[in-house]
């Protein structure tokens, strides 16, 4: 049952001040069996995505022939249509989703990658982040019992055999134990590891022939893409793991003082490899913001803890949640969020984690070299690259152009242009990167939803300014710059956003109105493109 006082391990997590049951880090029966499966798994990845001359053939059959079915009938018949990239997505979807699990999981990322991937693809592979259809429960109930060792009866007063959500690896749903405490059940799918790992070998040996036949794919990497979704949906095959990651980031949030998010607590002693049991919170949805806000909520101070803990988890101790989307995240009717879904974490080794510092602070203070320089280090340049023609031949201690006052060519042409010297010079993105300009890109999303009237620029500044008072000496200890002592350049910062010295204010809605924009120019030019090619 719940009690009534303060539990004692809020000294030590960012959990709930009512709690269902006590963590103590000693008694928990599952921890070791996740460090062991941890190294396990990560050992595991340069094997699956080393490059190899025969895949599995039987599974590569299956894709190749979804694949095919999604892209012949495009390429002969669709592809010069208006809605062209719109029909390409909606096949692809439609491919991934036969195929089952690894591309489903596949797809889900890519419908988080707003601003990284076309729009077209973001908004058809959204569809599959609550449209997969659930095991039976006679399926849920088998793998319980087996993983638990106990019949279902024994361990849970009553289950709902129907899940409140159902994903590509596993589905949830609502419990009473024995002790009528509530609970959420994660369960995960059977046979997936086996079809993980095979669809890995399939994808691990078409990726390198993609390499340089699509010139995007110079900086996306796509050998490094495999390894990154290697390296996160292996972990996901192990609760034990994931009940790990909600410990470290529980952990790191209480150390960090961020009292605003709070993390379920995992069970003691009901984690397997296939079944994670937990606490169970509830409260508004990320999107409700009508409710929050009946309830006295400010939704711009639930955005900006996320946004610092998020810096805070991934700047002092290299650990961050790597899958912020809003099915991840609910606010509780105390204004608290609850962080859910640990399956993929961003992990730092220390040399990683000053370079990550060092991008952001040197990026705040407008060291344009510095940054290039922590780029360089963390992996996204070579290490024999010379920055300052770098940083010439990008422009980057030139004036600022805004994007808005461009026609659509010359847009592309600049474009072009950066991709084209990214490219010779070898640039890649680091699976760490891609991670944490994911996570961006739902925060900016975020904005939108939570805050879309506050001054992007001021909050910038206070969440500095923050960092500098609290963390400055650390942060000057570690990289050699003292944000107490450099001024924040807030005309670099203007500059990130394509904007002019002039410019004294951004809201969202500010941003919307560039993006629409630069985007009716791109539409424009498409519709005069097909015109001049028949004159």
């Avoid at 606010?331 to 399956?343: H, I, Q, S």
């Avoid at 070579?382 to 980057?396: E, F, M, R, S, Y």
Wanted: aromatic share 8%; glycine share 6%.
């Amino acid at each position: 049952m719940t009690t009534k006082s303060q539990p004692p391990d809020t000294t030590t997590w960012a959990f709930t001040e009512v709690a269902p049951w006590a963590i103590k880090e000693n008694e928990i029966s599952w921890l070791k069996d996740a460090t062991r499966s941890r190294n396990e798994l990560k050992a595991e990845v340069p094997r699956l995505t080393s490059k190899r001359l025969v895949p599995p053939s039987k599974r590569l059959g299956v894709v190749t022939r979804e694949l095919s079915l999604a892209f012949l009938p495009w390429y002969v018949k669709e592809r010069k249509k208006e809605l062209s990239r719109r029909i390409i997505s909606r096949r692809l979807r439609e491919a991934f989703a036969r195929l089952g699990p690894t591309y489903i999981k596949l797809g889900q990322i890519l419908s988080s990658g707003q601003g990284i991937f076309p729009e077209e693809v973001v908004q058809e592979f959204s569809y599959l982040r609550d449209k997969v259809p659930p095991e039976s429960f006679t399926v849920v109930k088998e793998t319980i019992e087996r993983d638990l060792g106990n019949k279902l009866s024994d361990i849970f007063y009553d289950f709902n055999p129907e899940p409140i959500a159902a994903a590509s690896i596993a589905q949830v749903h609502e419990a009473i134990l024995k002790d009528k405490t509530e609970v959420a059940v994660k369960v995960q799918r059977p046979f997936i590891s086996e079809l993980v790992r095979q669809d890995l070998a399939v994808m691990s040996w078409l990726a390198p022939f993609l390499v340089g036949r699509i010139p995007i794919t110079g900086l996306a990497n796509p050998p490094a893409l495999v390894e990154l979704f290697a390296d996160t949906i292996l972990e996901e095959l192990d609760f034990r793991v994931e009940a790990q990651n909600m410990l470290d980031i529980a952990k790191i949030l209480k150390q960090t003082e961020q009292s605003a998010i709070v993390v379920p607590r995992p069970h003691p002693t009901l984690v397997t490899r296939r079944v994670l049991v937990m606490q169970r919170l509830s409260g508004f949805s990320w999107d409700n913001v009508e409710g929050m806000r009946k309830a006295g909520i400010d939704t711009s101070k639930v955005l900006r803890a996320c946004t610092v803990s998020f810096f805070e988890g991934a700047m002092f101790y290299g650990v961050f949640h790597g899958d912020l989307h809003g099915g991840n995240l609910f606010v509780m009717k105390d204004g608290k969020v609850a962080l859910l879904d640990y399956g993929i974490t961003g992990r730092l080794n220390e040399f990683q984690r000053l370079s990550f510092m060092k991008i952001i602070v040197s990026g705040i203070v407008g060291d344009v070299r510095s940054q290039v320089e922590a780029f360089r280090d963390l992996g996204a340049l070579p290490l024999d690259v010379n920055i300052d023609k770098l940083i010439d031949d990008l422009g980057l201690n030139g004036p600022v152009v805004d994007p808005t006052t461009l026609s659509a060519e010359e847009i592309i042409t600049e474009v072009q242009k950066i991709v084209k010297a990214l490219l010779n010079y070898g640039a890649k993105m680091p699976k760490e990167l891609m991670l944490f300009v994911k996570n961006m890109l739902f925060m900016d999303s975020a904005v939108a939803n939570l805050a879309p009237d506050i001054d992007i620029l001021q909050e910038i500044i206070d969440i500095s300014t923050y960092f500098a008072q609290r963390h400055g000496e650390r942060i000057a200890q570690e990289i050699g710059i003292n944000p107490k002592e450099v001024p924040i350049d807030i005309d670099q910062v203007k500059s990130s956003f394509g904007l002019t010295p002039d410019v004294q204010h951004l809201t969202y809605n500010d941003i919307q109105k560039r993006r629409e924009i630069i985007r009716s120019r791109f539409q424009n030019h498409r519709k005069i493109q097909p015109k001049r090619n028949k004159l």
